[in-house]
T-cell receptor, first 113, second 114 residues
Framework: GENVEQHPSTLSVQEGDSAVIKCTYS??????FPWYKQELGKRPQLIID?????GEKKDQRIAVTLNKTAKHFSLHITETQPEDSAVYFC????????????FGGGTRVLVKP | EAQVTQNPRYLITVTGKKLTVTCSQN?????MSWYRQDPGLGLRQIYY???????DKGDVPEGYKVSRKEKRNFPLILESPSPNQTSLYFC?????????????FGPGTRLTVT
């Protein structure tokens, strides 16, 4: 089955700096890669996703890049703000709909003011 | 308001005492799923359902049962809970035929088995 590894497990950045989280996956058939943000005590929420026919996707201060050959994808947060502090999860799936998501272990991001 | 609800939100129980965690969604989603969240392990899928009466195992199904008798409900059943099932549980739902296919998560159920 699919295995997703996520690094780092914790990340501390100064407000205004960039944060990068990296994930690798094992199943070459995976083609849908969502990222979820989970604030303390709350449910995970989708923040951005990418499909295998796209190499990069941006949404304001967040962007995701995908390298299918190397089987890794990354989340980039620019100009970090205190409200970006949360746990971020990457995931991989063979399809977007009815997706059996396999999650990475999570990255706890702390943005220091 | 479109939402996924779970009950109870918190539960402390003893080994072997059967329990059910309910999950309900009001978005007419075909797909529903249960995950457990443990530190350092992310979220792991327990069971999922593509439609009424259609369920399948996820990555960690041992010790759990589910049923999908109605489209909106997807209860998680622990017939004989054990301490290693102490975890934070999330139900999620998503559409199958209409984009976006985003999975919407419920608020979570924190289960402690002593």
């Amino acid at each position: 089955g699919e295995n997703v590894e996520q690094h780092p497990s914790t990340l501390s950045v100064q407000e205004g700096d960039s944060a990068v989280i990296k994930c690798t996956y094992s199943d070459s058939a995976s083609n849908y890669f969502p990222w979820y943000k989970q604030e303390l005590g709350k449910r995970p929420q989708l923040i951005i996703d990418i499909r295998s026919n796209v190499g990069e996707k941006k949404d304001q201060r967040i962007a995701v890049t995908l390298n299918k050959t190397a089987k890794h994808f990354s989340l980039h947060i620019t100009e970090t703000q205190p409200e970006d502090s949360a746990v971020y999860f990457c995931a991989a799936s063979r399809r977007a709909a009815g997706n059996k998501l396999t999650f990475g272990g999570g990255t706890r991001v702390l943005v220091k003011p | 308001e479109a939402q996924v609800t779970q009950n109870p939100r918190y539960l402390i129980t003893v080994t072997g005492k059967k329990l059910t965690v309910t999950c309900s969604q009001n978005m007419n989603h075909e797909y529903m799923s249960w995950y457990r969240q443990d530190p350092g392990l992310g979220l792991r899928q327990i069971y999922y359902s593509m439609n009424v009466e259609v369920t399948d195992k996820g990555d960690v199904p041992e010790g759990y049962k589910v049923s999908r008798k109605e489209k909106r409900n997807f209860p998680l059943i622990l017939e004989s809970p054990s301490p290693n099932q102490t975890s934070l549980y999330f139900c999620a739902s998503s559409p199958l035929f209409v984009e976006p296919y985003e999975q919407y998560f419920g608020p979570g159920t924190r289960l402690t088995v002593t």
